[in-house]
Antibody, heavy 123, light 106 residues
Framework: QVTLKESGPVLVNPTETLTLTCTVS??????????VSWIRQPPGKALEWLAH???????SYRTSLKSRLTISQDTSKSQVVLTMTNMDPVDTATYYC???????????????WGQGTLVTVSS | DIQMTQSPSSLSASVGDRVTITCRAS??????LNWYQQKPGKAPNLLMF???TLQSGVPSRFSGSGSGTDFTLTISNLQPEDFATYYC?????????FGGGTKVEI
């Protein structure tokens, strides 16, 4: 069974850096067809893809946040870490990690998802 | 970036109804389109991928169609557990993008 679980602070001060960890079980980081992604959802709003990382260290970032985001992986711990610098109240959201699987036609799909973690940015 | 536009943003329906949600991409994405269902307070759940392929375990009353820029998700014989918000998402190119969501209400 594949599971993902997010962990990190629930409250962050404006201008601080957010560090979130996604701990994965049930699939191998070495599988070239698998990746881990971060997606967020501001309260009452739509989903926003943030970044993903494949086993070969291929990374992609949301265009508007590229300068603030860094995604990395620690395969020995089965963890993927997302850092977001210079946090602002508009970054208040539930942050999800999800597995990406890629088929032979390069269709990417998010499945499954972690339960999510609500991060509030406020002083 | 490819923009995904869903319509309607919300709709009211009854148990047993047939419901159709549309999703339009700002440029052609072939069949690189996924659909997700999200219930309040829960993470999204994959319903459909590659525009029309049902994810394992998803009831057959869900169906998807379309290619290029225009896509639809249809729920036939709406059940009480189907009241939720539905999102489309393109995987044609990065950055990956989602639609704004369609809330299906009673």
């Amino acid at each position: 069974q594949v599971t993902l679980k997010e962990s990190g602070p629930v409250l962050v001060n404006p201008t601080e850096t957010l560090t979130l960890t996604c701990t994965v079980s049930g699939f191998s980081f070495s599988n070239a067809r698998m990746a881990v992604s971060w997606i967020r959802q501001p309260p009452g709003k739509a989903l926003e893809w943030l970044a993903h990382i494949f086993s070969n260290d291929e990374k992609s970032y949301r265009t508007s946040l590229k300068s603030r985001l860094t995604i990395s992986q620690d395969t020995s711990k089965s963890q993927v870490v997302l850092t977001m610098t210079n946090m602002d109240p508009v970054d208040t959201a539930t942050y999800y990690c999800a597995r990406i699987s890629r088929d032979g036609y390069n269709h990417l799909k998010f499945d499954p998802w972690g339960q999510g973690t609500l991060v509030t940015v406020s002083s | 970036d490819i923009q995904m536009t869903q319509s309607p943003s919300s709709l009211s329906a009854s148990v047993g109804d047939r419901v159709t949600i549309t999703c339009r991409a700002s440029q052609t994405i072939s069949s690189y389109l996924n659909w997700y269902q999200q219930k309040p307070g829960k993470a999204p759940n994959l319903l459909m991928f590659a525009a029309s392929t049902l994810q394992s375990g998803v009831p057959s009353r869900f169906s998807g169609s379309g290619s290029g820029t225009d896509f639809t998700l249809t729920i036939s014989n709406l059940q009480p557990e189907d009241f939720a918000t539905y999102y489309c998402q393109q995987s044609y190119s990065t950055p990956l993008t989602f639609g704004g969501g369609t809330k299906v209400e009673i």
